[in-house]
């Protein structure tokens, strides 16, 4: 599994984050986020997230047939496989020797669902999940049936939620849904929902919102930085 680190310049030992991407793979937003983390005194691992499918080092375009491609992976490879590389990722970053031990999770689109699934590992004390598809509806990996809302019971890690209102892969039933078991389980959770389209952290696209980029990865940077310091 090719995982791309990123860290900071200075010298010393940081705390871990490990990020997940959407469907396209590590793409140059990807990148740059990664970065973005990074340049605020973090060990960023980022898994390819489709490595049994694809050569390392492919990246999927944000086009028809890159949409239906990473789409198409998505229900094929087992929740299993998903929860295996988290696994194997976490044990890469503790034994990082620039990572201080302290563990978080950040994802989008289908990384922020994989981010919340890393979170369920008790090693992991914060999660930053963007727009995470796929939870409310149970349809992640092959069979189209993940046991995410059921392991919610799991959740010890603080989460951060962030969706956007105008998404039409999360609609309002499903943020409910989402947000019903997190009360349901007694989950410590912080919740915004903004206006804005899927993928709004994206800086590339007309979906894009900048103003929203800087006020969304700011409630991620302070959930880290009161948990992981």
């Known amino acids: 599994m090719r995982t791309h680190w990123f860290r900071p310049v200075a010298e010393g030992r940081y705390p871990g984050l490990l990020l997940f991407s959407e469907i396209y793979q590590v793409t140059d937003p990807i990148r740059r986020l990664a970065a973005f983390f990074a340049g605020h005194g973090y060990v960023v691992a980022v898994p390819e997230v489709y490595h049994e499918y694809e050569v390392p080092g492919t990246v999927l375009r944000y086009d028809p047939p890159g949409t239906d ?6 229900i094929a490879k087992p929740v299993a496989a998903y929860d295996s590389d988290a696994r194997i990722a976490l044990d890469a970053l503790v034994a ?3 990572c201080t031990g302290a563990l978080g999770t950040v994802g989008v689109c289908l990384g922020g669902h994989l981010a919340y699934r890393a979170a369920l590992d008790p090693r992991v004390r914060a999660a930053a999940c963007f727009y995470p598809t796929d939870i409310h509806s149970g349809t992640l990996g092959e069979g189209r049936s993940d046991d995410s809302l059921a ?3 799991d959740l010890k890690a603080e989460t ?3 969706w956007g209102r105008q998404d039409p892969h999360v609609p309002y039933a499903g943020r409910e849904a989402i947000r019903t078991r997190l009360e349901d389980v007694g989950a410590t959770y912080e919740w915004h929902e903004v206006n ?3 993928a709004f952290l994206r800086d590339e696209g007309p979906r894009y919102d900048p103003a929203l980029f800087v006020a969304a990865t ?3 940077l302070a959930l880290f930085g009161r948990v992981l310091r």
Do not use: E, S, T
């Open 69 to 74: 491609r990473g789409n198409a992976l998505k």
């Open 196 to 198: 804005a389209q899927h």
């Open 160 to 162: 951060l939620f962030v």
């Open 218 to 220: 700011g409630w991620a």
């Open 96 to 98: 990082h020797p620039a």
């Open 151 to 153: 392991r919610m019971v």
